[in-house]
């Protein structure tokens, strides 16, 4: 690694800088944490210059990677894993996959309903509906096929769609956008991925800015 700690920008009650949190605790990458606070802010600086104004960001001296993807790559090559590590390209079968793109939308879909509720909207707003219809056809799949799709998995340390869905599932009840009470597969996953110390060392929680 670098000398300097590179400085990931992220919100600690974010699914997304999660799967960021998880890959470095788990690769031993130690990085500066910079929350940022203000999630409605439109300011590119607040991001970490991010045009997207989304976390997280991981800013290095030899450049700024943008979004979790980008972000866990960057951490692995700083680190030397110690097992294999897979990425969404190689999911190559349908199950795979769907499996990630199901995660992906889902987590997609988690944010436009909070940031509509920031904006005001209730849950039963016309606007949410189908976000919500997405949300729960998201888990119904994943109920079916989540298992199935690990199984397939060949031997690893770590798998970007087991980090992703964890993030997304236990994201649910934190941000109460939906429950696992009636998907007793996906509770299991959540409880087995959830006991590895790179889950139990990431919790969610709402960050908080100094006192004035």
Same mark, same amino acid.
């Given at each position: ?77 700083? $680190?030397?894993?110690? *097992?294999? %590590?897979? !990425?969404? &390209?190689?999911?190559?079968? /349908?199950?795979? #996959?769907?499996?990630? +793109? ?30 919500? $219809?997405?949300?729960? *056809?998201? %888990?119904? !799949?994943? &109920?079916?096929?989540?298992? /199935?799709?690990? #199984?397939?998995?060949? +031997? ?57």
């Amino acid at each position: 690694m670098t000398a300097q700690r590179p400085v990931l920008v992220a919100r600690s009650s974010s699914h997304f800088s999660r799967i960021a949190r998880i890959y470095a605790a788990e690769l031993g990458v130690e990085c500066v944490f910079e929350p940022v606070f203000d999630i409605k802010a439109t300011q590119a600086s607040v991001f970490a210059d991010n045009p997207l104004l989304r976390v997280p960001s991981l800013r290095t001296p030899e450049g700024t990677w943008f979004g979790s993807i980008g972000v866990c790559r960057e951490l692995a090559r700083r $680190a030397t894993p110690r *097992g294999r %590590l897979l !990425w969404p &390209e190689d999911l190559s079968s /349908a199950l795979g #996959a769907n499996a990630h +793109e199901v995660t992906l939308d889902a987590l997609g879909t988690g944010v436009t309903i909070i940031m509509a509720r920031v904006a005001g909207f209730t849950d039963d707003a016309p606007l949410l509906e189908k976000p919500f $219809a997405r949300l729960h *056809g998201a %888990l119904d !799949w994943l &109920e079916a096929n989540l298992d /199935a799709a690990i #199984a397939s998995l060949p +031997e690893r340390q770590l798998s970007f769609l087991e980090v992703s869905a964890f993030c997304f599932l236990t994201h649910l009840e934190f941000r109460q956008l939906g429950s696992l009470a009636s998907h007793p597969a996906l509770r299991a996953f959540c409880a087995a991925f959830g006991a590895k110390d790179c889950a139990r060392t990431t919790p969610y929680y709402f960050d908080k800015p100094p006192a004035a």
